[in-house]
């Protein structure tokens, strides 16, 4: 097949270099943006007078009628055409005739394949933002749910303080809202037009960029045309954003794998989103959730893959830059389908309010509220943290609690200990306690959940 941009050469390339070469098989995604920057395009072109208002009109026509068709399916994109950009563009020459070739007057491949980028991520990140904000919504209602329900909070993996299972599930949600923030501003600094940049020099028609700029809902124009069709921040921006939001993920999964582990047995995940063992008929495996943990090393592969990719390139454009578009569809593709299923899986989830309490009643997670009770007694906090480690120690070789250890045996440890020694170490007294601006106990959680209700609305 010979290529629309034959002149210099006679257009025919090996078949083996026409393959390597060629990107529709991927980038015919974009279609739909390629269709509307081509639609504003033909506009912007008539309202200059570059051509003619009545040629602007067949062009858009002929644009709608390939989005339809191509929409439902009855055209669909040539596996030999080099790329979803020149597909277009020959079939709507092949309908419309030689009006068709005055399209790409005023632009390049090179603006035009920036454009579409832009387009298609701007669309694609506002789905992961709403996809996102349901996820949140899970975690909210589920941690109402919970603003009471006390569990052990750990470091290093080891029994420390006592939280509620709400607050827990909010940290999360503090996350998810940092992710959300992130994906606002890599959308920001998306929003800018680079059509009308050309080859990398501009042009010398009369173009007014700004409009079809604003035609198309960009807050701009890209101020240097160079720029214009180099940059790919934008991707990298929106991967960075993305790998942080699968870590975050990937941490939540890792939690609902150790908590649905018969070692915790806080929570069981819906039948939904577990599998069985092919071998072991008592298993019930969290694939779904070892999946999300997995995938995420993938989105850090797109991410390190495209800022490779850039590093060394000279001004401006230079076709290694095509090898962005696999990685950040495949970061798209990839968290777009994560989401939805996290969502469920907290959705459908089974908290055992009583398993995490028990848990909560072993390893002397109050230990910190006693040493607390010794200071208002009026001894220095690091004396009153030994007390309070010699208190422990004596419990655990009585094979008693903090609560249960005699007062007697507290009076050894130390004489002020009163019997309001009881009240101090009580696991919902010392959650209840923890009042601070954004602390764990049942009325900082419910106070956390309205102002962040409070942010989505």
Not at 192 to 220: M, N, W
Not at 278 to 297: C, V, Y
Request: proline share 2%; with cysteine; net charge negative.
């Amino acid at each position: 097949m010979k290529k629309l941009w034959a002149g210099r050469t006679d257009g025919v390339t090996n078949p083996a270099a026409d393959a390597f070469n060629s990107s529709i098989g991927f980038d015919s995604r974009m279609f739909r943006q390629d269709i509307a920057g081509s639609m504003a395009h033909a506009a912007m072109l008539a309202a200059t007078g570059i051509i003619g208002k009545d040629e602007a009109k067949t062009l858009s026509d002929g644009l709608a009628a390939i989005l339809a068709d191509m929409e439902s399916g009855k055209l669909l994109p040539d596996p030999a055409a080099e790329d979803i950009h020149m597909f277009i563009e020959a079939e709507l020459t092949k309908r419309v005739g030689q009006v068709g070739k005055k399209l790409h007057t005023a632009r390049s491949r090179n603006d035009q394949v920036a454009l579409d980028l832009r387009l298609y991520l701007r669309d694609e990140t506002a789905k992961i933002q709403a996809a996102t904000t349901a996820l949140i919504e899970a975690l909210l209602t589920k941690a109402e749910a919970h603003a009471d329900t006390i569990l052990p909070g750990y470091t290093h993996l080891q029994r420390a303080q006592p939280v509620t299972f709400g607050h827990h599930l909010m940290a999360y949600v503090m996350m998810l809202l940092r992710d959300k923030g992130r994906l606002d501003d890599a959308a920001k600094r998306m929003n800018v037009a680079p059509i009308g940049s050309c080859a990398l020099a501009g042009t010398t028609y009369k173009t007014d960029r700004q409009a079809e700029a604003a035609a198309l809902g960009f807050d701009g124009a890209c101020e240097n045309s160079m720029d214009g069709v180099s940059d790919r921040d934008f991707a990298l921006e929106l991967l960075s954003a993305l790998s942080i939001a699968m870590m975050h993920l990937s941490r939540l999964a890792e939690e609902l794998l150790l908590f649905s582990s018969w070692e915790y047995g806080f929570i069981e995940l819906s039948d939904a989103y577990t599998t069985g063992s092919s071998i072991m008929p008592q298993k019930k495996n969290a694939d779904m959730a070892e999946l999300i943990r997995g995938k995420t090393g993938r989105v850090y592969g797109d991410l390190l893959g495209l800022l490779t990719t850039m590093k060394g390139l000279p001004l401006a454009y230079n076709k290694d830059m095509q090898e962005d578009k696999e990685a950040v569809f495949d970061a798209v593709d990839t968290v777009s389908a994560c989401l939805p299923v996290m969502t469920g899986m907290i959705d459908t989830m089974t908290v055992k309010k009583d398993a995490m309490r028990a848990a909560a009643g072993k390893g002397f997670i109050n230990a910190t509220d006693l040493a607390d009770y010794l200071v208002g007694k009026g001894l220095p906090f690091r004396d009153a943290y030994r007390a309070a480690g010699q208190a422990v120690a004596l419990a655990a070789e009585k094979g008693a609690t903090l609560e249960t250890l005699t007062l007697d045996d507290y009076k050894t440890v130390c004489d002020k200990i009163g019997q309001d020694v009881y009240a101090a170490v009580d696991l919902d007294a010392c959650v209840s306690r923890r009042q601070s601006f954004g602390g764990t106990s049942p009325a900082s959680v419910r106070a956390q959940i309205a102002a962040v209700r409070q942010k989505l609305s």
